[in-house]
């Protein structure tokens, strides 16, 4: 009889370990649980700054270190963020995008910026370029024309906290002039000529990286001396372009 017992009793516990094996490996709605992981970012944001940006011989180690710590995947719709670290720039509703992120490195790196400095961005948009400035520990004023965008780029600039960004609704042509003058301005917006009231917020010894033009753009850097500004072309871009008060000036000329 007791053998019978001692039976029954391991037949129940091994009862017991196979059942508790087939609740932990399925999941509710079927299937191997944990069979499907999320993509490594961590893995992905790496792969990108080695393979798209340092390979094009982007060098600022600021910038390097920011491109690597900011979760690009944040400032991308769900239906895209798969392709988020991507060579290539994606949609980001309201006819906007989210630049490449080789542009959003070398456009930082050619501002010449450093810790403490305030910069001046023009185009918020989906606010991936204003994290990348502000994880640089620049102290960012941007501006965003497209209310339901600047309200998206500040609620995630915000959860992510970067307290160093500091967002605007409204038209980017007139800068913030209460913040100037600024180390470097930044336009991810192309307009078919620089916006002087920019340029005067823009320090003395300072640069503009602005993509310039209709349908052939150019990214531009424009440094601010005392005599006036000095430009140079960088390489051509294709960027949306700059919309209100520039628009409208160039209407009341034609």
Known sequence: MAGHDRASGI??????????????GCSPRGGQAGSRSGPDWNVLR????????????????????????????????EDYREASYQDSPLPIGESQTI?????????????????????LEIGT???????????????????????????????ILAELGYDNAHVRCGDGYGGWPEEAPFAGVIVTAAPDRIPEPLIDQLAVGARMVIPLGDFYQQLMVIKKTDDGVEERSVIPVR????????????????
């Open 11 to 24: 037949l129940r516990a091994v009862l017991a370990v196979l059942l508790g094996a087939i609740v932990v």
């Open 46 to 77: 790496e792969r990108m700054v080695r393979q798209q940006i340092e390979t094009r011989g982007v060098k600022d180690p600021e910038v390097l270190t920011a491109m690597r710590s900011v979760p690009r995947h944040r400032f991308v719709p």
């Open 99 to 119: 630049s490449q992120p080789y542009i959003v490195a070398l456009m930082s790196e050619l501002l010449e910026v450093g810790p403490g400095d305030k910069v």
């Open 125 to 155: 948009g989906s606010g991936y370029q204003a994290a990348v400035l502000a994880a640089m520990r620049v102290e960012v004023y941007t501006v965003e024309i497209r209310q339901g965008l600047c309200e998206r780029a500040e609620a």
């Open 239 to 254: 960027f949306v372009p700059m919309t209100g008060e520039i628009e409208r000036q160039g209407e009341d000329t034609q």
